[in-house]
């Protein structure tokens, strides 16, 4: 398994580290599981948010962005997690990309999960699909939900469909 930090996307240093883990392993063709570590340091920072490292889905670059404390209608209540094609994607002119998705909270013992589909035509990188209210924070921390286990959250993305067309409507 091999660690890499996960740290706010600002300026500021930051003694203390968040860690993401990763798999050696290329990830399944459709699926991609980010384990954050430390997940209290993360949620005691504010207005933070935490980038998967990329994963390789039917040839596209994609990263899951989440936000601990959420961000938009889920700001201070909610976790919201985000898929989004990598910046380094660069669709052909006129073309968008249909991606269909589950978004995953994984209950680390009863396998309960959480789960929502997001589904979207991305037409330009680095722009996010998901959800602002995907758990709340009252949730997440109860214990009977099993979704934080010994600090560690496991978040994980299953891309199901993608399909790359035309944009008909530019000219």
Aim: aromatic share 10%; with cysteine; glycine share 6%.
């Amino acid at each position: 398994m091999e660690d890499k930090t996960c740290l706010p996307q600002s300026d500021d240093n930051y003694e203390t580290k968040i860690v993401r883990s990763t798999n050696d392993l290329p990830p399944a063709h459709d699926h991609y599981t980010f384990q954050i570590k430390n997940f209290s340091l993360l949620l005691a920072m504010t207005d933070e948010k935490c980038h998967s490292g990329q994963f390789e889905v039917g040839g596209y670059q994609w990263q899951l962005k989440l936000y601990p404390k959420g961000e938009g209608k889920g700001a201070d209540t909610s976790l919201s997690l985000y898929l989004r094609l990598d910046d380094s994607e660069i669709l052909p002119p006129n073309r968008k990309l249909y991606a269909k998705g589950k978004l995953r909270i994984r209950d680390q013992i009863n396998n309960n999960h959480l789960e929502n589909t997001v589904e979207h035509w991305f037409s330009n990188p680095g722009i996010g699909y998901g959800f602002s209210n995907l758990l709340s924070l009252r949730e997440l921390h109860d214990t009977s939900k099993d979704y934080l286990v010994g600090d560690v959250l496991f978040v994980e993305c299953k891309i199901v469909v993608i399909s790359v067309v035309k944009n008909f409507s530019s000219n």
